[in-house]
């Protein structure tokens, strides 16, 4: 047996205690590290084959989850922006997507990005699992569009 701290009667815990709760925290860490996904960044240019008059997204399709970073990066044919299509979206997801969304010009638009490097960063809000249109409002007659995948 411990004799108590003179000054305080602090019994300290036993080596026994002392490995025991390392050993339940190790445990905890573990679990919660097997249940965590690691968020993902996903760069989508934003370009013009001006010689075909063709504006895309590149890739066109992005699979993302609820968290992951996207980074829509102009490489030619500014200016664009990035615009979500509200038409099959639910209030929910109208209202998730607005929220994340900053810097916004509008409803569901992004900022017009005026030079090719400019940026612009989405965090993928809290959506349900499905597909969510998006396109470039000053290229939209182009048919410059994309589609977020949205999986759990």
């Known amino acids: 047996m411990q004799t108590p701290h003179p000054k305080t009667n602090y019994d300290p815990p036993s080596w026994g205690a002392k490995c025991l709760i390392l050993g339940l925290a190790w445990l905890a860490a573990l679990a919660g590290a097997e249940t965590a ?3 993902k960044v996903q760069v989508v240019r ?3 084959d001006p010689q075909r008059e063709v504006y895309r ?5 992005v699979t993302v989850r609820p968290g992951d970073i996207i980074r829509f990066k102009v490489s030619s044919g500014a200016p664009h922006n990035i615009a979500f299509d509200p038409d099959r979206l639910s209030p929910a997801a109208h209202e998730a997507l607005n929220a994340a969304m900053s810097s916004r ?12 490097g400019t940026e612009y960063r989405l965090v993928v809000p809290r959506l349900a699992p499905g597909h969510y249109g998006f396109f470039c409002t000053p290229h939209r007659a182009y048919d410059m569009r994309g589609e977020l995948i949205v999986v759990p």
């Open 46 to 48: 934003l370009e013009v």
């Open 37 to 39: 996904k690691a968020q």
């Open 105 to 116: 010009t509008g409803d569901l638009s992004g900022p017009i990005l005026e030079r090719t």
């Open 57 to 61: 997204f590149v890739p066109g399709r």
